[in-house]
């Protein structure tokens, strides 16, 4: 296959470029190869025409940063950027060449085998394999307390980069190889100390979270690997909840194994995997019953139970000295999933009793979970308002309802924002105190005529079925999160589903992942003065549920930490 070369814009305009590998007859099945730090795609060529797919479409980036993608060499604003890049990636590969996404399947070697997972974990696409090749979840430093020197370094001194020690030798046995990787002015050794300290911060949600996917799965692992660990490699594997997973490891093979002395051997089972998945219907196991059964549940079950008593002590100096900070007592007095908290948390200026007060305060504003809070409002209202102008563009009625409203902050504030256009909004809410709230600030705003408050049941199937006006745009935020059982949320989105006419949209977030779950259930209270204990719902459970009550997920924002997600859908 001839190889050509593209350019294509990812999700913040910057323009990346790749190359692809396209068979003589249209195709529609796809392999997309992502390289490893500091290299670029052309080091795919030999790879590309070893596999031997000739009725297979290949595709290969530079990413940004490396190669002929524009960038900072070694450098992004942030790994979860180019996590966003893989997804623009991989949809723009879809629409422009025709090719579905269930007919993909991804290869990532190194650092590209994490962004690679990352994306496949935080974004839950339907593609129909992974092949991770020897993962960088775990860097040898080998500096002794080499990341948090290296965050101390960033606080400190800013924005900095690192001389990777990797010379080619330590790479591959082939001294070909090695002279070529050495000669080659498109490679380079630094890399800026926030990717790697991302790198690092990704890996370790990875896997402790390796559960969440369950997309067929094959690790190809080097025995000899002087760059990166082999046992966080295989805790992956063994985390991983894909109905089919490989690993094969090869005992005397350097880090770059697709450069190695064995790379025929290497390819040839790369290749086998590829040709079984594209000869095999998709194995993808539902998740509709993933409430009562299976990894979430397990998790969800054990927090449940009684806990360390370390959680005790932090539940009682919470409750006395914590409450020095008004956000702190205002969750103990109304929820910390309330939507008084997340209002004051959106508001995120300190306030409390004291200088100590304040100085909590801030404490607690800043910690990830709130900052991730902040960030899904950031991205609801950046869905909101590309929904809008869908629907504009589109020259329909532009008619919101939220089912679960709160204070409704974002959406008043994205239509202030927008009063040029004829916006009108239901915002319903079973909390008097939200709906006060909301009309409060819809009078500020001097929206009251637009918006109509509704005290009502987001679970109530009938009373959503019969919504009217009939919306074109409906929201359900940081609700479902709040419901381990299934059945009410399907119930829910199947009602907003015979309200929504086909071809307009359904906007929903999800909490795939939280680092401070086990601290909320045996620390916090919800709404209703209980413990807070979540059941996360992966990203793919949550779109199987959306899914089936008739959308059909369209694009979706996540935090930087992948706590939060935004999710946009369109009514089949």
């Not at 690192?162 to 498109?186: F, G, R």
């Not at 490699?233 to 002395?261: D, R, V």
């Not at 959106?346 to 801030?362: H, P």
């Amino acid at each position: 296959m001839t190889m050509t070369e593209y350019t294509m814009k990812t999700w913040d305009g910057v323009e990346l470029f790749y190359r692809a590998w396209l068979p003589a007859q249209p195709t529609n099945q796809a392999v997309l190869l992502f390289h490893r730090g500091h290299e670029h795609s052309a080091r795919w060529q030999d790879v590309v025409e070893w596999l031997q797919l000739e009725d297979t479409a290949i595709f290969a980036w530079d990413a940004r940063g490396h190669g002929k993608s524009p960038g900072e060499r070694g450098s992004a604003e942030s790994l979860m950027a180019m996590v966003k890049d893989v997804d623009a990636f991989v949809r723009y590969v879809s629409q422009q060449h025709g090719i579905p996404v269930e007919n993909m399947i991804v290869l990532g070697h190194s650092v590209g085998a994490v962004i690679v997972a990352a994306w496949v974990h935080d974004f839950a696409p339907p593609i129909r394999a992974m092949i991770l090749g020897t993962p960088a979840f775990r860097v040898k430093l080998y500096v002794p307390l080499a990341v948090p020197l290296l965050r101390l370094k960033q606080k400190l001194l800013g924005p900095g980069y690192v001389k990777s020690y990797v010379k080619a030798e330590m790479l591959t046995h082939d001294a070909e190889q090695a002279a070529a990787y050495q000669a080659d002015s498109a490679i380079f050794r630094q890399i800026a100390i926030n990717i790697l300290l991302d790198l690092f911060d990704t890996s370790t949600r990875l896997l402790g979270d390796a559960g969440a996917i369950t997309v067929p799965t094959l690790i190809l692992s080097a025995g000899m690997d002087r760059v990166v660990q082999l046992s966080a490699q295989k805790k992956f594997f063994e985390g991983l909840s894909s109905p089919i997973k490989e690993m094969e490891i090869y005992p005397e093979a350097y880090h770059a194994i697709f450069h190695e002395t064995n790379r025929a051997q290497i390819v040839e089972r790369t290749r086998k995997f590829i040709l079984e998945r594209f000869n095999e219907p998709p194995r993808t196991a539902s998740l509709l019953n993933a409430d009562t059964s299976g990894y979430t549940k397990t998790e969800f079950d054990r927090l449940s139970q009684a806990g360390n008593p370390i959680y005790l002590l932090m539940s009682g100096l919470m409750r006395t000295v914590g409450g020095l900070s008004r956000g702190i007592r205002l969750g103990w007095e109304s929820g910390f999933d309330s939507g008084v908290t997340l209002d004051y948390v959106y508001e995120n200026k300190a306030q409390g009793v004291s200088i100590l007060g304040r100085a909590l305060d801030r404490i607690y504003l800043d910690s990830v979970g709130w900052r991730g809070i902040r960030q899904r409002r950031m991205n609801l209202q950046k869905m909101l308002r590309d929904t809008i102008e869908e629907l504009r563009i589109a020259g329909k009625p532009i008619h919101i309802v939220d089912i679960a409203a709160g204070a409704a902050r974002y959406v008043l504030e994205t239509i202030s924002d927008t009063t040029f256009l004829p916006i009108t909004a239901v915002l319903r809410d079973y909390k008097q105190e939200n709906l006060k709230a909301a009309r409060t600030l819809a009078r500020k705003l001097q929206l009251s005529e637009r918006v109509t408050t509704l005290r009502a049941d987001a679970f109530d199937r009938p009373s959503l079925a019969g919504l009217t006006p009939r919306p074109t745009i409906a929201i359900v935020s940081g609700l479902y999160e709040l419901i381990p059982a299934n059945e009410p949320v399907l119930s829910s989105l199947r009602g907003l589903a015979e309200a929504v006419e086909p071809g307009n949209y359904l906007i929903y977030t999800n909490q795939p992942w939280h680092p401070q779950v086990e601290f909320i259930a045996r620390v916090l209270t919800n709404r209703e003065g209980q413990p807070w204990i979540m059941r996360r719902r992966t990203q793919a459970e949550m779109d199987e549920l959306v899914r089936a009550a008739g959308f059909e997920k369209l694009a979706m924002e996540v935090d930087p930490w992948g706590i939060f997600t935004v999710s946009v859908a369109r009514r089949l």
